[in-house]
């Protein structure tokens, strides 16, 4: 008998390609193949992201397409799971009559029963209720990249940004116990990984109700010494919670990457306040001081949010003068987009889409070209390479990323694939940069 095949389609941030993984290794567990090829498919899963834009409508339109599949082949089974589930919950399943099945990002565990449950009853069904923090080690994962891993350390937030719907689709924080994320990592370097990225929508709170009184910088302490992990990474910093323990850590600890990604969202302090950010301008550029001194060497990216409503051309101004003044290594640039049931989508003076796109197109332009000078400023450099495989240009180029995470294409056979190489840089571009692997041995981050 042929295996039962699922398509499994992701949309959205690290976490949701993470929580994929996770379902993977379920399905493949109960005996699915799985792709994200939805031709012949048995199950088809959506994982959905309702960060921004009309995510709700992307997705009942991807819907839409698939009830001709299922007309084809009524067995087929249909479900929606991540943000847009949570959110849109049991709406979904009346719009959608095709759809068998939704959950939330909380109720991944479940699916075994779930699928169960979908074939044997052939009705809909939903399961959106809140779980305390699974434990992911009791669940099969099937990891995207042979080197480098994704590990969750914490789920939701508490921070209530008034923009932003994760806590309403994620739930509130809760961390991993330190003594979980140590056995996967072990795991993780047993299997030969190199690169570790730990995960958390807030990721700098790690540990703040556990009875150990543990936080991140201890965390990285911790993992520090696991034998086989060359790299460690961690994702997304808030600068309120950003702290300068963490800042000596990271300066300290030759595994932890100098790359930071903290999201800043505006330059000017009425909007921050409207955001609900917790943190002054002022505070946000001593804290990127701070971390300059700590850290040598570091990059620090940010996201930043356009059009947030009131926004005036003052305010905005303000947002570019902080980015020339912190001068970014990447961002991460959004028009503001109201999402449902958030305090900003009711508040007053929207901003109008031609202004959005004016300022998107304005801030873009400055980044690009602070991004273009401090990768130009890196020729002649010697970078340490984690190298990914064949690069996009053509099949004798790789690509790899540094340790401040930029993107470097260069020549070299596919067999350094999951290797740590020295690359001696030799052009800056606005996104990546280029340069030539080196045969002898160099100190990172040296010149010539
Ligand atoms: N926890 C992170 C933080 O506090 O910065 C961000 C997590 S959020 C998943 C990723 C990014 O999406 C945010 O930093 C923000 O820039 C963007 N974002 C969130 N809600 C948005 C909205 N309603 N409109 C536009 N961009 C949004
Ligand atoms: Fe959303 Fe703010 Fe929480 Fe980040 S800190 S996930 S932007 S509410």
């Given at each position: 008998m042929d295996p039962k095949r699922a398509a499994v389609i992701t949309y959205g941030c690290q976490m949701n390609k993470y929580e994929s993984e996770r379902i993977a290794g379920i399905l493949v567990?109960?005996?699915?193949?799985?792709?994200?090829?939805t031709r012949d498919a048995d199950l088809i899963l959506l994982n959905t992201c309702s960060i921004r834009d009309k995510a709700e409508q992307k997705v009942y339109s991807q819907l839409g397409t698939l009830k001709w599949l299922k007309r084809d082949n009524p067995d087929l089974l249909i479900g929606v799971c991540g943000c847009v589930a949570q959110q849109e919950g049991e709406r979904i399943l009346q719009r959608v009559p095709h759809a068998d099945l939704v959950f939330g990002p909380q109720n991944i565990p479940k699916l075994p029963s779930l699928l169960a449950q979908a074939q044997a009853r052939r009705h809909q069904l939903s399961d959106l209720a809140d779980n305390p923090l699974w434990d992911e080690q009791l669940f099969p994962i099937q990891r995207a990249h042979p080197f480098q891993a994704w590990v969750t350390v914490m789920q939701g937030c508490d921070k209530f940004c008034t923009f932003c719907v994760v806590p309403y689709t994620r739930g509130r924080e809760q961390s991993r116990p330190v003594a979980a994320i140590v056995q996967e990592v072990e795991a993780l370097a047993?299997?030969?990984?190199?690169?570790?990225?730990?995960?958390?929508?807030?990721?700098?709170?790690?540990?703040?109700?556990?009875?150990?009184?543990?936080?991140?910088?201890?965390?990285?302490?911790?993992?520090?010494?696991?034998?086989?992990?060359?790299?460690?990474?961690?994702?997304?910093?808030?600068?309120?919670?950003?702290?300068?323990?963490?800042?000596?850590?990271?300066?300290?600890?030759?595994?932890?990457?100098?790359?930071?990604?903290?999201?800043?969202?505006?330059g000017s302090n009425p909007i921050l306040k409207r955001m609900h950010r917790g943190y002054t301008r002022e505070e946000y550029l001593f804290k990127v001081e701070q971390l300059r001194t700590h850290v040598s060497d570091v990059a620090i990216s940010t996201d930043m949010i356009v059009g947030f409503p009131g926004e005036t051309d003052d305010d905005f101004a303000a947002t570019l003068q902080l980015t020339e003044s912190v001068e970014f290594d990447a961002m991460y640039l959004f028009k503001y987009s109201p999402r449902p049931g958030t305090r900003a989508s009711a508040f007053d003076h929207q901003v109008s889409d031609a202004v959005k796109t004016e300022r998107f197109q304005a801030l873009l332009e400055v980044q690009e070209a602070i991004q273009l000078r401090r990768n130009r400023a890196r020729v002649g450099r010697y970078e340490e390479v984690l190298v990914e495989g064949p690069s996009k240009k053509g099949s004798v180029q790789l690509t790899g990323r540094t340790r401040q995470n930029r993107p470097v294409n260069f020549i070299g056979h596919p067999s350094l694939t999951g290797s740590l190489v020295t690359v001696r840089i030799d052009k800056g571009g606005v996104h990546s940069l280029e340069g030539e692997v080196c045969t002898e041995g160099r100190e990172r981050g040296g010149e010539d």
């Open positions: 567990g109960l005996g699915y193949e799985v792709s994200d090829d047993e299997q030969g990984y190199q690169e570790v990225t730990l995960l958390g929508q807030n990721i700098d709170s790690y540990g703040k109700r556990s009875a150990d009184g543990k936080d991140l910088a201890d965390l990285l302490s911790t993992l520090y010494p696991i034998d086989g992990i060359k790299r460690l990474r961690f994702i997304t910093s808030h600068p309120r919670d950003f702290t300068e323990k963490l800042m000596r850590t990271v300066g300290t600890l030759d595994k932890v990457c100098e790359y930071i990604h903290l999201p800043v969202q505006a």
